[in-house]
């Protein structure tokens, strides 16, 4: 069954967001993440714009797609939002290195549906 309209929507606004975040990492190291204000300040507001978008989508669809990690992206948002004053860069930028390429195709895969 693909996802619902409601669904879909969220679902591309994270695929949107992942695929900023990647390419604005892309050729980036961890040191440029420490030194590029700008950078980090992107990363950081593509990461709460995926959480958020996960936390708009319906149970349905986070019971059909256990792949994707529901719980950890809302929590991911939540504690960037409102622990803005002590963001952990390096768990930003495992989360965009590492998770962030498994979730886009993740979605992809949702989405082809």
């Not at 950078?39 to 978008?53: D, P, Q, T």
Request: proline residues 4%; glycine residues 4%.
């Amino acid at each position: 069954m693909p996802p619902s309209e409601k669904d879909r929507v969220r679902l591309h606004h994270m695929m949107d967001a992942c695929r900023k975040a990647l390419f604005f990492a892309s050729d980036k190291t961890r040191e440029d993440l420490e030194n590029d204000e700008l950078l980090a300040l992107a990363l950081v507001r593509l990461l709460e714009v995926i959480g958020e978008a996960s936390k708009g989508t319906s149970e349905e669809l986070r019971a059909r797609c256990p792949m994707i990690k529901w719980r950890a992206l809302a929590g991911t948002r939540d504690r960037l939002i409102h622990g803005y004053f002590d963001v952990d860069l390096d768990i930003v930028w495992k989360i965009v290195s590492v998770d962030l390429p498994q979730l886009a195709d993740a979605l992809a895969d949702v989405l082809k549906q």
